[in-house]
């Protein structure tokens, strides 16, 4: 399968089965240490309340109830508990509506602080010299109905287009991956090669960015053998 065809089919693979579990990491587990405990907590509340966290969607569920009595049965000690998940029921009926982006859009109210567009593609950034060095001045952006391009400039661009389209972007804006080399049977990251990969011999310095690609996340390689 193409690359880009490869790409397509996992996003969409994504946004079908994001399975909507939001559990809290567990400290000294997984949790980061970026924030204080506290903070972590107010931080953890807002955005369950922002994406819909609840325990109790599933309560009717004999699927649950026997999966939780199963998992009593067998850890005593440690009783189960409902999966968090971000998704609320309707009224009485057995519908379930599930959270996506656009429960968290709606549910700040955002509408007149952000212009959404959907189906435009940014196809690039461009960097240019300013007063305060290289920047990142212009987006390109591709209206894909129509396929004509829209230039968007900007003080501030945040690219968050997810752990794959995102160095893509980059990489299509100029940005290349410096180091290390990867060895070449397991294909991970050489952590002492000391000369890394060699960028195009005229690439400016502001361009390099030495992570680029690297720390592709387990579940995305997971869902790229399967898709294969
Ligand atoms: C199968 C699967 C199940 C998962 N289940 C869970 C779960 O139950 N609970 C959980 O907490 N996490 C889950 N995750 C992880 C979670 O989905 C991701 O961590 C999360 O979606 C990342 O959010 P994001 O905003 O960084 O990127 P994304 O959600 O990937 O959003 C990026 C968006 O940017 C868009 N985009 C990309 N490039 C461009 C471009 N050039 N121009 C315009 N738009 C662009 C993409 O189309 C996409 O809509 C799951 C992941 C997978 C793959």
Same mark, same amino acid.
């Given at each position: 399968?193409?690359?880009?065809?490869?790409?397509?089919?996992?996003?969409?693979?994504?946004?079908?089965?994001?399975?909507?579990?939001?559990?809290?990491? !567990?400290? #000294?587990? *997984?949790?980061? &240490?970026?924030?204080?405990?506290?903070?972590?907590?107010?931080?953890? $509340?807002? +955005?369950?309340?922002?994406?819909?966290?609840?325990?109790?969607?599933?309560?009717?569920?004999?699927?649950?109830?026997?999966?939780?009595?199963?998992?009593?049965?067998?850890?005593?000690?440690?009783?189960?508990?409902?999966?968090?998940?971000?998704?609320?029921?309707?009224?009485?009926?057995?519908?379930?509506?599930?959270?996506?982006?656009?429960?968290?859009?709606?549910?700040?109210?955002?509408?007149?602080?952000?212009?959404?567009?959907?189906?435009?593609?940014?196809? !690039?950034? #461009?960097v *240019?010299?300013? &007063?305060?060095?290289?920047?990142?001045?212009?987006?390109?952006?591709? $209206?894909? +109905?129509?396929?004509?391009?829209?230039?968007?400039?900007?003080?501030?661009?945040?690219?968050?287009?997810?752990?794959?389209?995102?160095?893509?972007?980059l990489f299509n804006s100029g940005f290349v991956p410096t180091k290390?080399?990867?060895?070449?049977?397991?294909?991970?990251?050489?952590?002492?090669?000391?000369?890394g990969i060699p960028p195009p011999p005229d690439t400016l310095e502001h361009l390099k960015l030495p992570?680029l690609?690297?720390?592709?996340?387990?579940?995305?390689?997971?869902?790229?053998?399967?898709?294969?």
């Amino acid at each position: 399968m193409a690359p880009s065809l490869f790409l397509s089919f996992s996003v969409i693979l994504t946004w079908t089965s994001w399975t909507c579990a939001t559990p809290r990491q !567990k400290e #000294k587990v *997984e949790r980061s &240490d970026i924030f204080s405990g506290d903070e972590w907590d107010s931080l953890y $509340k807002e +955005a369950e309340k922002l994406i819909g966290t609840s325990k109790t969607v599933l309560n009717d569920s004999i699927r649950q109830e026997l999966v939780m009595e199963i998992l009593n049965d067998e850890y005593g000690k440690r009783s189960a508990e409902p999966l968090p998940l971000a998704a609320k029921r309707n009224g009485n009926t057995a519908y379930i509506t599930w959270s996506s982006s656009s429960t968290i859009l709606d549910a700040m109210n955002c509408k007149k602080k952000f212009t959404l567009w959907p189906e435009h593609h940014c196809e !690039k950034f #461009k960097v *240019e010299e300013t &007063d305060n060095g290289p920047q990142v001045t212009k987006a390109i952006i591709r $209206k894909l +109905a129509t396929d004509k391009l829209i230039t968007v400039k900007a003080k501030v661009f945040i690219a968050c287009g997810g752990p794959i389209l995102t160095p893509q972007l980059l990489f299509n804006s100029g940005f290349v991956p410096t180091k290390p080399n990867r060895d070449p049977r397991t294909q991970i990251p050489l952590e002492d090669d000391e000369k890394g990969i060699p960028p195009p011999p005229d690439t400016l310095e502001h361009l390099k960015l030495p992570a680029l690609v690297r720390y592709m996340p387990r579940l995305f390689v997971v869902y790229q053998l399967t898709v294969c």
